[in-house]
């Protein structure tokens, strides 16, 4: 036999990218045309073939090997003409028919196990090998398992539809009945069939956090504990800071006070400054980092940017920044990194109205803070009736890392916090 190098063929612009997949091992048996490995740029995935057909004596490349053309590959044995030519004609009738049938028979049984040992070898990698690094990053942000997802690529690759579709069949499964019964009623008439009707596109934004509410609500068992803090003192000091040059009033909204008061109690409860571990089971990463996540009202959808290091940041500091987060999101100017790695999200409709609602934790954070719009109560206070500034608050929590318990003694120490004790305090 004849062994020849088999190298990276001329690739275009790819140039030193990642081996994703090696797709065969040492001793399988080839034909032209079938995959050896799978590379990927930023920009997209390549198959590359045989050119021959052959035998693999040894195999030159891993995953993770940074390739570019010429590069080899691995080396194969390649068959003769003559035993391919004897191999493709048929079987003649003689004294000696049944040893040949027996000798191919043989044969065809050895080629059946090697290929069955590659597929075993293969199946060994997959957990390496089933899905690019890509795909597995964009699993994790959902919070998906990718070895539970069935890969629609050759040998159960997984691309990115896979996981959409695996998320999409849970959410679909676990709702399935109630489908099915409202399904009649859904497709019987179109809108329009009632009157004049508008069809538009949802907001870019609002499809993209559309995946990440619908992991979160499906995988998360949310509780929300609700309560008030009493702001009273905090609202009359926030009201009375003035610039020390100018004397001017500061222009600071309450919620640059809730962001610190907030991380003074993430320091106290570390278990609310977590993610529960999606690769290894029974494992959850506790951060020393405060990142507050911001709920931020656009117009073009709902974008949370995080408040970097609030624990070393004054009140003045926080609000500057508050309104930078603000303006980059309303204009499309924030960086994608800026909307992930949060301790902790707060979600804020005090500009807006209502009271008390159901926030949905923003994975993989374990708990939000819902703040409702302030308002003067009459509170039973020291054996009397008197007018406070009572602020609703919504802490919904991932029950699968904090129970009722804990929660409440967050929130209790998060009133306090915003009390009039401590309203000072926060603003050094």
Known sequence: MTEIDIKVPNIGDFKDVEVIEVLVSEGQTLKKNDPLITI???????????????????????????????????????????????????????????????????????????????????NKISNISSAS?????????????????????????????????????????????????NENIKQEYAHSE????????????????????????T?????????EADITELEEFRTSLTDMYTGERKKITPLAFIVKALTTSLKKFPNF????????????????????????????GLMVPKLRDAENKNINLISSELKDLSNQCRNLKIDKKELFGGSMTITSLG???????????????VAILGIGKSEKK????????????????????????????????FNNDLKENLGKNFAYKLAV
Do not use: C
Request: hydrophobic residues 30%.
């Open 378 to 409: 009459q509170v039973f206070l020291d054996g009397k009736f008197v007018t406070r500034t009572m602020l609703p608050l919504s802490l919904s929590y991932d029950h699968r890392i904090i129970d009722g318990a804990e929660a409440a003694r």
């Open 133 to 181: 690094p890509k795909v597995r990053k964009f699993a994790r942000e959902l919070g998906v398992d990718i070895n539970q997802v069935i890969g629609s690529e050759r040998k159960g690759r997984v691309i990115e539809s896979d996981v959409k579709l695996f998320v999409a069949s849970r959410s679909n499964n676990s709702t399935n009945n109630e489908k099915k019964n």
């Open 273 to 300: 400054n977590s993610s529960i571990d999606e690769i290894e089971e029974g494992k959850m990463t506790i951060k020393k980092y405060y990142h507050i996540g911001i709920a931020v009202d656009t117009p073009h």
């Open 40 to 122: 990927e740029s930023d920009k997209s995935s390549v198959e590359i073939p045989s050119n021959f057909n052959g035998k693999i004596k040894t195999i030159k490349i891993k995953v993770g090997d940074k390739v570019s053309e010429g590069d080899l590959i691995l080396i194969l044995e390649k068959t003769s003409e003559t035993t391919e030519k004897t191999q493709k004609k048929p079987l003649e009738k003689n004294a000696n028919e049944k040893p040949l049938i027996e000798k191919e028979s043989k044969k065809i049984q050895t080629i059946k196990i090697e290929n069955e040992k590659s597929f075993s070898n293969q």
């Open 219 to 227: 995988n998360i068992p949310h509780v929300t504990n609700h309560d």
């Open 194 to 217: 009632f009157g004049e009707v508008i069809i538009k596109d949802i907001p870019r934004v609002k499809r993209l956090s559309s995946k990440y509410l619908m992991n979160s609500w």
């Open 351 to 365: 500009g807006i109205g209502g009271s008390f609602f159901t926030p949905i934790i923003n994975y993989p954070e």
